[in-house]
Structure formats: structure tokens, C-alpha cells
């Protein structure tokens, strides 16, 4: 047998279900915020991500999958999504042909290699955003609002935004320098990763998993301390403006993020059953300058749909069906016939239809109607049928009725409706916004 490569997994069943539910709900709250939809490779050169995301960081020095290609071609596999996005940006001369911001939104696979465990994959999926050419807060505030407000619209309503500023490149040059003069009398006592990053990133060093809890790390410099005041001002109306938007957030100093190209305000997003993060980003001024396009500021997170996912199945709050509308019963070849023809008619209509595919006597069909929760019962029995009558059976109240065929359509339009919504009518947090109002 040929099993999965480690740190992949089959999205199956409801997991798949869900999965598909949550893209559904991105897509729909993406296009009232007006992002577009962007698709890039999930190869790139080599090069882009060393420089993008930074020479010295996790994801580059031991994360990364690179190979060579037939053409002696340096490639690597995505590890993230915004080096790419910003590849385009540059490379389609969308700073010139789009009107500023661009504000794209991205969903698929990324690829690390991790030491898998729940919720860290080698092969994971993020959907993520990237507005390219503002540099006010309020961006900031609206990107950030914009993932908060997503895993609101899911059910994870005990979402916390964790933020944070790292300043402009001053205020990190002089924090930076406070964090070596702090740590160097201590130097031997950090992990091997810490006295790596003190030499090149000892920003890094801070939210170390390892030495996090030694004493000496409570009295580190903060880095709030050391912003200089235009990054103040900056940071302040970030959090005015979120305030204003009302989303749960807590200035967290240990927020430095894991990539290198971030400054001014960085964050992450937390749920209370989780003490990894869902999701992060943040704004990085100067990635477009450094891949060769004139200089963009810009502002992105990615959410990790792996954790997502599993966030909204632990806690069973997804908000997908769970049954069918109708299942068409028959025997003969005639009623078989009928079921071909209305299961596609009803299908086309709207409804949710399932039939009997591998000749099952009809007590198996009605135990395969239970297995799929269906509604109703259409039962197709040749008498019936040539008299152009249906016998439809409600699986709850067990009342049956016959109609006409040509009725049929007319019978479900009346008696299933609101389950066929679109899906930002059914989401939860529409239908809380109308109940409200109809309460006023
Ligand atoms: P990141 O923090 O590296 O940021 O990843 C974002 C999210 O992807 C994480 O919070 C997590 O949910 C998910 N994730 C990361 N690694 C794994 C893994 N091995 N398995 C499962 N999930 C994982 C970025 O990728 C930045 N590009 C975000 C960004 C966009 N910043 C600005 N724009």
C-alpha cells in the first residue's frame, strides 16, 4: 500500500464539507469588502522567497522545499503567499495599470517542512489578503477587522486580534540593540535557536517556545519602549480605529512574527481554545522596494484553513447541511426511468436529490434515505406512474400524499424553502443582523 506523505492530509467526508463551507463563507465576506480574487504559482524561484522573506528566518533556512528542475532551474514550493503576490504586483505592473490600493485575497496550498503535528502540516493551506499601496492606518485597521470579523461570521466568536508595533526601521535598529545589551550577560544559557537569532534576530528571541519562561525574560526591553513617535502615532490609530470597528484585540509585545519583512503593526489571531495561532500578519512597507518594484507600502495576514477547519469542527458550530431534500425510490426499469429524469429535474430546480444507483430491494432504499437524512420519500411505482401520479412520503410526520408529476416542482418550491439559501443569507451573522432589526 502507498501511503501519504508525511505531514499531508485527505480532506474527506465532513471535514471536506466544512472545508468547502468556510471557503464559501471567505469568498462571500471577500466580495463585500471588495478584494479580489488572485491565483499564483505554487512554485517560485528559489530566490524570491531568500529574498523575501528573509536569509536568516525558520521558513527559509529549514523549512523550505527547493529542488532543481529538468532546466537546472532553482525552485521552491510556496512556503506563504505574499512574496508571490507581491512578485506579481510588480512583475504586471499593477502599480501602474490599478488604481491604489490593489486589495487581493489568495486561497491554497503552502508548503514546510515541519515535524508535523495537529495543526502544523507540511503540505497546510492559508487563504490569506494583501492590500498593496496605502500606507494609512486605517488599512491596517480594515484588514485586521476583515480576518476578526471572518471567524466571527464561522462561530469563533472568542476570537482575540494579538497586536503589536515593531516601528519603523530606527525604532527596531534601536530596539534591536537594547535586546543585545539585555540578553548578551545571558548568552550561554539561551537555546542553541536564541544564540543563533541573537546575532541575526534578536527580535526573534522573544517569543522563543523554549526560553520564554526563564525569569531574566520578564524584565526584557519592551518594544513598545522603544518607537520612535511618528511609529506611536501610527500604532495609536491603529487601535483607534479597530476600536471603532469593534474587534477584540490586546497588545501583545511578544508579537514579532516569524518573517522578516514586516514593520509598523504586526498581530495574530487567537481563539481561547488554542494556543496556536490561526492566523497573523502585518504590514510590510518595503518588500515591493526590495523585490525590484517601486516602493508600495503594504498591509496582508494569511489564516491557516487547517486550523480553521478543525477549530470549527471541534466545537461543532458549522452551519452545513446535514440532510437531503428528497430521495427518489424505485424498482423496475420504468420507475427507474422517472427517477433518472425528475432526480435531474428537481436537481435543476434547486433541490437536493439522491437516488438508488446499485438495484438495492426498496427497504434498503428507505434505510439509505435515513443514512442520508432525506426530507422526503418520492416513491415511483409504475401504476402510479402511468396515471402521471408520484407517491411523496414526509420521512418525519410519515404523512404521504400523491400529486401530480407536473406538480411536483411546485410541491417542493412550497414545502422546502428556506434551507436552499444562498449562503451569506443562511450565514449566521446575516441572520442575527436581520433578526435584530426586525426586534427594533
Ligand atoms: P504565517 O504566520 O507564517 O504568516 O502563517 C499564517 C498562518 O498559517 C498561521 O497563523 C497558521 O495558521 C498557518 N500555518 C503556518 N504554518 C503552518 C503549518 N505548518 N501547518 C498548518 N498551518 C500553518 C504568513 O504566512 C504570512 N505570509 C502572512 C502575511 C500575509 N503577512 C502579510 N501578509
Redesign the pocket.
Known sequence: MINKPKGTVDLTDKEARVWKYVEEVIDSVMEKYNYNYIRTPIFESTELFHRGIGDSTD?VTKETYDFKDRGERNITLR????AGVVRSYIENKMYGTHSLPVKVYYNGT?Y?Y?RPQK????E?S?Y???VLGSNDPMIDAEVISLAYNINKMLGLTDTVVHINSLGDKQSRDNYRKALKDYFRPHLDDLCNDCKERFDKNPLRIIDCKIDNNKEYFKEAPKILDYLSKESKDYFTKVCEYLDLLEVKYEIDQKIV???D??NHTVF??MTTNNN???????R?DNLVDDLGGPFTP???????L???VNEIISRDIDNIRDDIDAFLMYVNEDEKKYAIYLSNLLRMSGFVVETEYTGRSLKSQFKRADHFNSKYLILLNSDDLNDGLVTIKNNKTKEEEKIMIEYLIYYFDEHISDDNLPIDEKCSCYNHGKEDDENE
Request: charged share 25%; aromatic share 12%; with cysteine.
Open positions: 521558513i512556503p506563504e503567499g505574499t503552502m514546510r515541519e495543526g502544523r502540516y507540511r497546510l492559508q490569506g489578503v494583501e512574527r516569524g518573517l519583512y514586516y495574530e489571531l496556536l495561532a490561526i492566523g497573523g500578519g502585518g510590510y503594504c498591509v496582508g495576514y494569511a489564516v491557516g487547517d486550523r480553521l
